[in-house]
């Protein structure tokens, strides 16, 4: 358990408004990574970041963007939602690059309307 | 680019049946290879992993997976599996071609029903 914690754990919005997701960590893991699940695809990469500062884009990054200024926080923001981002997302991390075993944190259910 | 296929999306079992959810992945290089399970409302936890050594790996609540290079396959078993079973599991793969292999690629899942 590395202690994730993700907010709001559940939020609607309307089309055209920016949210932001939180996700936050206390075990100091370097790796950490937005997923999206929706049913029949999966989980898929938004994307990850491996350090502070450092962030690079998943699969599916169009219309997100990440910050994450200290170790222990990873934000992802729709700049503006639009209703194909209706999803549940989740947040993992992983301690260092040999470790492999991503921990996932209990996820944020967002409906745009 | 990987890919993961799990060839069944929703799997009935009866209580006390064994099981097995299927899954297959694209490339034939190296690759790392995990199960996780997700239980209802909650995020995904690691059920096992294989790394490398022996093709059989046992993880927690006695699941089992065996891993086939030749056949680029890693399909979980249980011999006798239970109510506590029912969940939704992820077979994920780690490509260690790729530079940045902290990063997986996901199936897109197998949902378990355990019947009484």
């Known amino acids: 358990d590395a202690g994730i914690t993700q907010s709001p754990r559940h939020k609607v919005t309307e089309t055209g408004t920016p949210v932001t997701l939180r996700c936050h960590q206390t075990?100091?893991?370097?790796?950490m990574y937005w997923y999206r699940q929706d049913p029949g695809h999966g989980l898929r990469l938004i994307h990850y970041?491996?350090?502070?500062?450092?962030?690079d884009k998943g699969e599916v990054s169009d219309g997100y963007s990440v910050s994450r200024s200290k170790t222990e926080d990873f934000l992802l923001t729709l700049e503006s939602a639009t209703s194909s981002q209706t999803s549940v997302y989740f947040c993992a991390t992983t301690p260092r690059q040999d470790s492999y075993e991503q921990y996932f944190g209990p996820g944020t259910r967002l409906t745009v309307t | 680019a990987q890919s993961v296929t799990q060839l069944d999306s929703q799997v009935p079992v009866f209580e006390e049946a064994p099981v097995e959810l299927r899954c297959n992945y694209s490339s034939s290089v190296s690759v790392y290879l995990f199960w996780y399970v997700q239980y209802p409302n909650q995020g995904l936890q690691l059920l096992l992993k294989?790394?490398?050594?022996?093709?059989l790996v046992k993880g927690i609540n006695g699941f089992e997976a065996e891993f086939n290079k030749s056949q680029t396959s890693f399909h979980l078993r249980k011999p006798s599996v239970h109510i506590s079973d029912t969940a939704e599991y992820f077979c994920a793969v780690s490509d260690l071609s790729n530079f940045g292999n902290e990063k997986l690629t996901f199936g897109t899942g197998t949902r378990l029903t355990i019947i009484p």
């Open positions: 075990e100091n893991h370097r790796y």
């Open positions: 294989y790394l490398s050594g022996s093709t």
């Open positions: 970041s491996y350090g502070v500062k450092d962030t």
